[in-house]
Antibody, heavy 115, light 106 residues
Framework: QVTLKESGPGMLQPSKTLSLTCSFS??????????VSWIRQPSGKSLEWLAA???????YYNPSLKSRLTVSKDTSNTQVFLKITSVDIADTATYYC???????WGQGVMVTVSS | DIQMTQSPSFLSASVGDRVTINCKAS??????LNWYQQKLGEAPKRLIY???NLQTGIPSRFSGSGSGTDYTLTISSLQPEDFATYFC????????FGAGTKLELK
């Protein structure tokens, strides 16, 4: 059974760095072809793809946010991380991780940026 | 970057209606187009992948079609549980979501 679950700080202040973790089971990111992506959704708005990392360690970023994003994975290939630097109010959203071509999604974690 | 234009933004319909939702890509996406349903407070759920492949467990009243830049999701006979928001996603070149279509009960 494939499951993914996001975790994060809940709330943080503007200008700080947001760190998110996606923990998953039911598949391994070391398997050829596997990809884990991060997506976010401000309340009441559409979805925005942020970043992805594949089984080979290759990383992909949304060009509009690339300078602020870093995606990585752990050596056991069961967790993927996302860091977003210099957050502001516009980064307030529910953040999701998803597998491959978005076939399985986590439940999402809400992040609020506020002073 | 590939842009996705989804229409309509809002759709009012009744149980039993046939509805269509459209997505237009800014360039050819080679049928790498998925459709998702999202209900309030839940993660999106994949309905259709690669234009016309029905996700396991999804009812056959959902179908997809299209090619090149133009794609369509059709729900043949709306059921009460289908009232939700629908998104398209292109995965031909990185990933881009459509803006969404909110399907409401008339």
């Amino acid at each position: 059974q494939v499951t993914l679950k996001e975790s994060g700080p809940g709330m943080l202040q503007p200008s700080k760095t947001l760190s998110l973790t996606c923990s998953f089971s039911g598949f391994s990111l070391s398997t050829s072809g596997m990809v884990v992506s991060w997506i976010r959704q401000p309340s009441g708005k559409s979805l925005e793809w942020l970043a992805a990392i594949d089984w080979d360690g290759d990383k992909y970023y949304n060009p509009s946010l690339k300078s602020r994003l870093t995606v990585s994975k752990d050596t056991s290939n069961t967790q993927v991380f996302l860091k977003i630097t210099s957050v502001d109010i516009a980064d307030t959203a529910t953040y999701y991780c998803a597998r491959n071509w978005f076939d399985y999604w986590g439940q999402g974690v809400m992040v609020t940026v506020s002073s | 970057d590939i842009q996705m234009t989804q229409s309509p933004s809002f759709l009012s319909a009744s149980v039993g209606d046939r509805v269509t939702i459209n997505c237009k890509a800014s360039q050819n996406i080679n049928k790498y187009l998925n459709w998702y349903q999202q209900k309030l407070g839940e993660a999106p759920k994949r309905l259709i992948y690669n234009t016309n492949n029905l996700q396991t467990g999804i009812p056959s009243r959902f179908s997809g079609s299209g090619s090149g830049t133009d794609y369509t999701l059709t729900i043949s006979s709306l059921q009460p549980e289908d009232f939700a928001t629908y998104f398209c996603l292109q995965h031909n070149s990185l990933y881009t979501f459509g803006a969404g279509t909110k399907l409401e009960l008339k």
